[in-house]
Structure formats: C-alpha cells, structure tokens
C-alpha cells in the first residue's frame, strides 16, 4: 500500500492497558508510519490526566479530555470530579471535552445517570467555548436530543454508527463525522451509506485504538499505522485518491480543532 504523510488521528485511546508492554515503541512506529498528529481521548478524570501527560511528552500528541458515559458510575464527587476536568481543558494542547456521550448497549450506568454526566460536559463544554467529541452507542435519538439542547456547542461524532440521514442533520448543525475502522467492515453497509453521503469536508478519521482495527487488520490490536486502511477506503468512495482523502481530512482537523498547525 502506497504511503500517505500528514495523517491525523482524531480519536485514540493510547493509555489503554493493550498498549502496556510496548506503548513507546508502537508510538515511535505511528509517527513513522506517516501520522502527523494524534488526539488521545480521555475516558475518566485518570485517564484524561494521562493524555494530558501525552501532549507534554511528545510534539504530535493532543487531548481530549472528558468522562465516557460507561465510567461515569465510578465518580464520587461530582463537584471534584467537573473542577479537576475544568482545569484540564484549560491545557494548552487539550482541544476539548471527550469522550462524553450515551452507551445503551449496556444496561448500567443508568440512562438517567448517563444524561446527567453528558448534560453537566455539554454545559462546561458550553461555558469554556470548546468543541466536543460524542461517544453514541445504541443512542442516536437521545444523542442527537442532548446536542439540539446545546446549540452553540458543536462537535464530532465519534466512530459514527448511526444513519446517512443522521450524518446530514449533524452537518447541517455544523458538526463533523468520524469514521473509525468500523467503515471498512463487511457488515457496516449503513456506516459506508453515511460516508457516502457526508460532504468530504466534514469528514474526520480515527482510530479509537486499541480497538476497531479496519479491514484487513479486524480483530487485531489498532494503532494509528492502520489509518492507511481506513483512508483508502473512503478515497474509494469518495473517487479520490488516498493522498487527497488524506489531505482533505487533515485540513477540516485543523481547521475545526486547531490542531496540527505547523
Ligand atoms: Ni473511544
């Protein structure tokens, strides 16, 4: 496969456990391969302090900072937990509040306790004028509900899932959709119907690594390297070429997130 530069990953999970025995290897390797720059996305208050840790340690990495709706049952004190996420969205290279969002695959947290934490970032999110990045899994309505109620607040749709009409709706409110590996899969026809229809400069990439690896590396550990995949399969659909896919996805992060300015 053909080498791309300039690759910008919009959504990793490089604190992940998965990473343990070689993180800096596989690190050094991402940059290698062709990837500009990386935005680590924060799950609880801990591993929002370890992205933030990221950005110090090297040049292309980014943060997300945010409490994923899956972990929002460990928090113990509101109060500190929203103080300690304030002070570190005011970090230099954290470029806004993620992942935060709805997981109903699940049947705990509770989707009372769930919209409570999304509904509390949303607001921070509002206040600090700062972007936002949505995990929605098995939640388009209410996902799409919350993001009505805050209408400055705009945003990325993380490994979107949902349908081409989705997409478009989000568009139009001004928003970005990212595709993960999940794009490449067999079975993901509704996923490639909303890529298909998403206009080219509202398109993101990531990864969400370690997982969603795309095709034909399903199933395995992900890192940023597989990208190529991903960014070829859109250049696909698109009718451009992977270079061009590339470049095109690298601008609308920059443009949108700031980040990545050389
Ligand atoms: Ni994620």
Known sequence: MEKLHGIIDTHAHYDDNAFNEDREEVIKNVFASGVDAVINAGCSIASSKRAVEFT????????????????CRYIKDKDRALFELET????????GVGEIGYDFHYPTPTREEQAKWFEWQMQLADRLKKPV???DRDAHGATMEMIKKYPKVKGILHSFSGSPEMALELVKLGWYISFSGVVTFKNAKKTKDAATAVPIDRILIETDCPYLSPEPNRGKRNDSSNLIH?????????????????????????????????
Request: hydrophobic content about 40%; some cysteine.
């Open 88 to 95: 570190l969205l005011k970090k230099p290279k954290v470029v």
């Open 230 to 262: 991903t960014v070829s399969f859109l250049a696909d659909i698109k009718k451009i070429t992977p270079q061009e896919m590339c470049d095109i996805t690298r601008k609308n992060a920059i443009n949108f997130l700031g980040i990545g300015k050389k």
């Open 133 to 135: 990045a949505i995990h």
């Open 56 to 71: 110090e340690q090297y040049d292309g990495f980014y943060a997300w900072c945010g409490i994923h709706p899956s972990d």
